[in-house]
Every structure is written in C-alpha cells, then in structure tokens.
C-alpha cells in the first residue's frame, strides 16, 4: 500500500480568521466567493458577518447587528436571485433579512418560546420541487414548518402529544422533495430520539432512538428519494441509515460508527458527491467519511418482507484544527472541496479538501 496515502484526500486550512465573537453557524452566500459567520457578541446582541474569500485572506464586507443573538440560518429556502437569509435565535424568530438591506428583516415571526436550534430550507437556489419552505426546531420541544409567503402562521407544527414530555429539538433536516407533493423533516432530540414527520400526510412517518442526545441530521441529498440519513450523537458515534426500505416493524437498517470520544457537533455531505461527508467534533477534529453500499440493498425477511441492508463507512481522513469544539460546518455549492468551519475558539476557517475526484 506504499504511495497509496499520496491519493487520499487532504484537508487543508486555508485561511484562519479570528472573530471578537462566538460563532454559532457559517455558510457559504450561493454562487459567489462570500461566507456568513452568525452568532453572538459579548455583550448579547447577534452578530452576522459578510466575508469574501480574496485568495488567502477573507475581507469583512459587512457586519450587521440584530438585537438577539443569532444560533443557525439557511439558505435552503430562497431563489438564487434573492438570496435570502433566514435565521434563527435565541429569542425564538424565525427572520428573513435581505442581506443588501439589512435593516429589517423581509419576512419576520415569533415562531417558538425558546431558542430556535436549528434551522433548514427546501424549495430554494433551484433544488427539490416544490414550495420554498424553512423548517425551524427549539427547545420549547415543537418543530415548525415555515412557508415565507404566508404570515405569521406555521404550515405544519409537530409537538409532542398531550402528557408527553417535552424535548429539546436540537436538529431539523428536510428531505424526499423530489416532486411537487412529497416532503419530509427529520428532528433529533435531546433524549436520542429521531422523528421524521411526512409533511404530504401530515404524520409521523418513522421514529427511533439511538441512545444519546441527537446533535445534528442531515439526509445525502434534499431533492432525491430519501436514500441515506446521517445522524450524530453527544458520545462521539454517528447512525447511517439506508432510507430506501422501510420496513414494517424494523424501520430502516443503519449502521454506527464511533468516530471519537467527543461530541459530533455536526454532519454535512459533500454537494457534489452525495456518498462523502464530514463531520465536526468536540476535539476541534474535522473526519471525511465515505459510505459504501452493500452488494444488495434489500433482502426479503421471513415473513415476505422487504428490509433494508446496511452498508459500510471508510475514513478518508480526519484534521484537528482547534482547541474547541467545531460547531459549525458547511461545504460551498458551487467549488467541490471547499468547506467553512466555524469553532468555539472564536475562528472561522477556510479549508481545502483534495483529491475528491479520486475516490
């Protein structure tokens, strides 16, 4: 196996960025060389930040302060004309700032009682069929669903069940928008509980529970047939679940891995290969994963039924960059292999992932 380390990819720090602040989310701005930093300042206000990538250093654009500090933001649910943000904070809105002109939000509600944890969007930049809609989950226990051309209103609200406990929603992903009717929102709990809502039937489709504090979901692709879904844990594993076959009583096969000892903060695939993601970890580590299928993905039981057939997870290769937790994460769009992390060390970085194409 000499030289076959030359052809795995490598993840590269680019640009190192200090912030004044403590970061909650970054993302890549659709079609441009521009990321956002969300989070909040030391005095309790949120920050968001506009950067431009100038080759080795990122530019400060712009910065604009809101009045609540700002947990997560999408966006998932905007035309790649407009290019909206939506975002979530810790007062519990749900705000569509126009980033050209920020001073007040272009869509705005009290959407839960507590902090809004985790936001996403469909139906925007041109991926998945479908109405724009965002998917917003708190620690008031409830995950909504927005859609910005109504007011006030969520289009779906799934809380827990009268005398049912309720739950911190750490996590919300949606998935299966692959024609006008079908939608789902999967939701990760506090308690290990995942729930994926069917938003066609309005109904709680499939749930699960994997033991450990759900911290971020994500299916491989938002616009296809559900076929994978990655969920990761305070413990340091993560589930892969083939979301192909759904059986009966078993639901869906899965696999786990234990990555490391810490918390995996979040999950992201990579756009253009829906097979590769990443993870962020509490050690500040960032592992590339790949998933590989099995020779069949279904086998009937005894009973007549089909069931699912997990597959397998390599590590491509993993980094540590930080100190602190990497609690944020996401791949651009557009450029194969270039990533953003933002940490609790108060750094966001630029990274280089080589070699994709090779494997």
């Known amino acids: 196996l000499a030289g076959a380390g030359a052809e795995r990819p490598q993840v590269v720090s680019h640009v190192q960025q200090e912030l004044n602040y403590t970061v909650f989310d970054c993302k890549w701005v659709p079609r441009s060389a521009r990321l956002l930093c969300l989070g909040s300042a030391a005095r309790g206000t949120g920050l968001v930040q506009l950067y431009e990538l100038h080759g080795a250093r990122l530019e400060l654009l712009r910065e604009i302060e809101k009045s609540k500090p700002i947990k997560c933001g999408t966006f998932g649910a905007t035309s790649l004309q407009q290019r909206y943000l939506a975002t979530g904070d810790f007062d519990g809105n749900l705000n569509i700032w126009n980033l050209e002109a920020p001073e007040i939000p272009v869509y705005s509600v009290k959407g839960h009682k507590e902090i809004i944890n985790s936001i996403d969007g469909v139906g925007g930049l041109g991926i998945g069929?479908?109405?724009?809609?965002?998917?917003?989950?708190?620690?008031?226990?409830?995950?909504?669903?927005?859609?910005?051309?109504?007011?006030?209103?969520?289009?779906a609200n799934m809380e827990p069940v009268q005398?049912?406990?309720?739950?911190?929603?750490?996590?919300?992903?949606?998935?299966?928008?692959?024609?006008?009717?079908?939608r789902v929102v999967c939701a990760g709990y506090d308690n290990g509980d995942i729930k994926l809502f069917d938003l066609k039937t309005m109904s709680l489709r499939w749930e699960t529970n994997i033991k450990n504090g759900v911290c971020s979901v994500e299916f491989d692709r938002k616009d296809i047939n559900m076929n994978k879904l990655v969920a990761t844990t305070l413990e340091g594993k993560f589930h892969v679940f083939d979301m192909r076959t759904q059986h009966p009583t078993k639901g869906f096969a899965s696999v786990s891995e234990k990555a490391q000892k810490s918390t995996i903060w979040q999950v992201r695939h990579l756009p253009q290969n829906r097979d590769v993601f990443m993870t962020s970890g509490g050690s500040g580590s960032l592992h590339l994963w790949k998933y590989e299928y099995p020779a069949q993905r279904s086998k009937k039981d005894s009973e007549g039924s089909e069931m699912g057939v997990a597959g397998s997870v390599s590590l491509l290769q993993n980094v540590t960059l930080s100190t602190q937790p990497i609690s944020s994460l996401d791949w651009s769009p557009d450029k194969k292999g270039l990533c953003v992390c933002g940490a609790f060390d108060q750094t966001v970085r630029v990274l280089i992932v080589t070699k994709l194409n090779k494997i």
């Open 129 to 155: 069929e479908g109405a724009p809609e965002i998917v917003t989950g708190s620690r008031d226990g409830t995950v909504k669903v927005w859609d910005p051309r109504q007011k006030d209103t969520p289009v």
């Open 163 to 182: 005398g049912e406990s309720k739950r911190d929603c750490w996590t919300v992903a949606f998935g299966n928008a692959y024609n006008q009717e079908e």
